[in-house]
């Protein structure tokens, strides 16, 4: 499996990772991701990009005439169910950090707990 290298757990990152694992089953496209985490596009990409090839990850293209939908195809995430341990594990290693962030600067940690 892809997943034996660590992600960078960027609070960026963890945003992503809390809200895809809120509900694990879930798929969801980047934009979608970006809104939910409170992130612009041009910073959800990259993360997916990682989290994927970390093995994190899987996601598929959805099967649509764009043409006839009239918008590009959109490409679907949700976190690899041989992962959830692994991100739990992540999420919470990376909690205290955080925490101590929101303590230094308030406001600025996105609000994970």
Known sequence: ??????????LPTQLVLHVLIDDPNREMYGLQLGEAAGLPSGTIHPILARLEKAGWLTSRWEEIDAREEGRPRRRYYRLDPNSLATVR?????AAPAVEALARLRPGQ???VS
Do not use: E
């Open 1 to 10: 499996m892809a997943g034996d290298r660590r992600p960078r757990m960027t």
């Open 109 to 111: 940690a996105g609000g």
């Open 89 to 93: 594990a992540a999420l919470h290693r």
